[in-house]
């Protein structure tokens, strides 16, 4: 019995307070529609608790209602090492996301951010740049317009192959190994 969760739309976020990518994966008639968006925001060192607080609720509330259809959604896991002011609300968005899409009983799979690298690249310390090549060879119809987008894309793809999904991409060595290191959350639950 397979502990991969099933899924026909995959949906995945690349969180940051600035522009987080998204990316969508569903199969319409036997085929995979690759789609991609952007939540883009903007704040100022100087922004008081209240306008910070309404910035991540509106970030949270776009993505979240990008996603509220999937029946799977990946989300980049927080980089814990990352520095600068505004890691704390960084994290915040993070976990407003995360608790949003739970809340809904949605299943979530959280994947570090190398890990992302190394099922798009087959190195876990692949720069955007390669992460974005990589998947416009992935998914070459889909319209990828940022480095952000494209990470989410790289996501999605996980998502679908770690559902056990037909999917349109080889699977090599270097991406199975991140697939059995990676499993949906819901199978990793149990009961007493």
């Known amino acids: 019995m397979s502990t991969r969760t099933a899924a026909t739309t995959v949906a995945a976020i690349d969180p940051s307070l600035a522009s987080t990518g998204l990316a969508r994966l569903t199969t319409r008639e036997g085929r995979w529609v690759a789609e991609t968006?952007?939540?883009?925001?903007?704040?100022?060192?100087?922004?008081?608790?209240?306008?910070?607080?309404?910035r991540l609720r509106d970030i949270t509330?776009?993505?979240?209602?990008?996603?509220a259809d999937a029946d799977?959604?990946?989300?980049?896991?927080?980089?814990m090492a990352s520095r600068g002011?505004?890691?704390?609300?960084?994290?915040g968005l993070w976990w407003r996301i995360v608790a949003t899409v739970t809340d809904r009983s949605t299943?979530?799979?959280?994947?570090p951010p190398t890990s992302r690298?190394?099922?798009?690249?087959?190195k876990g310390n692949a720069d955007k740049a390669a992460v974005a090549a990589?998947?416009?060879?992935?998914w070459p119809e889909a319209d990828i317009a940022t480095s952000d987008a494209a990470d989410a894309l790289a996501l999605a793809s996980l998502g679908a192959a770690a559902a056990d999904?037909?999917?349109?991409?080889?699977?090599?060595?270097?991406r199975t190994d991140v697939l059995a290191a990676v499993v949906p959350e819901p199978s990793k639950e149990h009961t007493p």
């Open 61 to 67: 509330t776009d993505v979240t209602d990008y996603v």
């Open 72 to 79: 799977l959604v990946v989300i980049e896991g927080p980089a």
């Open 165 to 174: 999904l037909p999917v349109p991409f080889p699977l090599p060595q270097y």
């Open 37 to 54: 968006s952007l939540v883009t925001s903007t704040g100022r060192r100087s922004d008081t608790l209240r306008q910070r607080h309404q």
């Open 117 to 122: 690298a190394k099922f798009a690249t087959g």
């Open 134 to 138: 990589a998947v416009v060879r992935m």
């Open 85 to 91: 002011g505004s890691t704390v609300d960084r994290h």
């Open 107 to 111: 299943p979530m799979l959280v994947v």
